[in-house]
């Protein structure tokens, strides 16, 4: 049996307001300790937030300084983590809130029990496009779980490496999912588990007889996803055939939407366009303007 004291969690935060506050106190009871890791840069931090945060009990704040990406800032939390002795990781989004027995539900789930082959146990996501979790299932394995909100393996993360900085942002989670799947580790979704999840700025819509939702993707998160997006397919597709091409069907949707629903319609196209033609030229890392 997993216990508290061996999980610590690591929040990532970029230019945050007052609500993550009432989001760290969601889950600060349910771990050790909380890595707080700050990409904000630092004419933009806001130092009264900041002192707040740090007063909270159970914080050890880490500021970058600068916007170093979603997965540098999990490395060093996770490398804090593995330096203070704890198992097991949870990590969060600055806008995600837990529910008061997510932890508990995730820890206590049977797939907890294999730790040799265990990778990921990942909550069920309530957003506006799901939000209720299936009634008929406690758990199920999956190939990949987005990052807010799982419980990580730290021996699965220290034999597997560390996340893919050179991404820098999206698709950082899927990358890491399928090279725990490919080093023999299993990764569960547990539906008993719920975390309130925030994608972009999600909305719903009608469209004849179906309720489309837009996630209002910034256009440089557009660049980021279809660079990564395209990258992730030329190096695991041969291993996950069916994965992606679920996910290129899901790239074709995102575009009729954008067009459909959402503002600023040519700048996203642009860097949907500027994104592939980075993959293409094997340019990754932090987007460099054109």
């Known amino acids: 049996m997993v216990h508290q004291k061996e999980i610590a969690a690591v929040v990532v935060l970029y230019h945050p307001d007052d609500t993550v506050l009432n989001n760290i106190n969601t889950y600060i009871y349910q771990v050790d300790v909380i890595f707080v890791i700050d990409n904000t840069g630092l004419k933009f931090t806001n130092a009264d937030l ?48 837990a529910t008061p027995t997510m932890v508990a539900d995730l820890i ?47 021996k699965a993360y220290r034999r597997t490496g560390p996340f893919n900085e050179s991404l820098f942002i999206d698709f950082v989670d899927h990358e890491y999912c399928l090279r725990l799947n490919l080093a023999g580790y299993k990764i569960f979704k547990v539906n008993k588990a719920v975390l309130h999840h925030e994608i972009g700025n999600q909305r719903r819509h ?14 440089l998160r557009r660049y980021y996803i279809t660079r990564n997006r395209f990258y992730l397919a030329s190096r695991f597709k041969n291993d996950f055939p069916s994965f992606f091409r679920k996910d290129f069907v899901t790239f074709l949707k995102e575009l009729v939407v954008i067009f459909l629903f959402e503002r600023k319609k040519i700048d996203k196209y642009k860097m949907i366009f500027y994104g592939f033609c980075d993959y293409r030229k094997g340019i990754l890392g932090k987007f460099q303007q054109q």
Not at 141 to 151: C, K, M, R
Not at 206 to 219: D, E, R
């Open 50 to 97: 900041i002192s707040k945060i740090k007063n909270m009990k159970k914080i050890f704040y880490i500021p970058n300084n600068e916007n170093l990406g979603i997965a540098k800032a999990l490395n060093i939390g996770a490398a804090y983590a593995i330096k203070s002795g704890y198992n097991f990781l949870l990590t969060m989004d600055q806008d995600s809130r």
């Open 108 to 154: 206590n789930c049977r797939a907890m029990r294999d730790h040799a082959t265990l990778g990921i146990l990942s909550p069920f996501h309530s957003t506006i496009a799901t939000p209720t979790p299936p009634i008929d299932r406690k758990h199920q394995q999956v190939l990949t779980a987005w990052t807010s909100g799982s419980l990580l393996n730290l």
């Open 206 to 219: 009608k469209l004849l007889w179906i309720s489309p939702v837009s996630s209002n993707h910034s256009a």
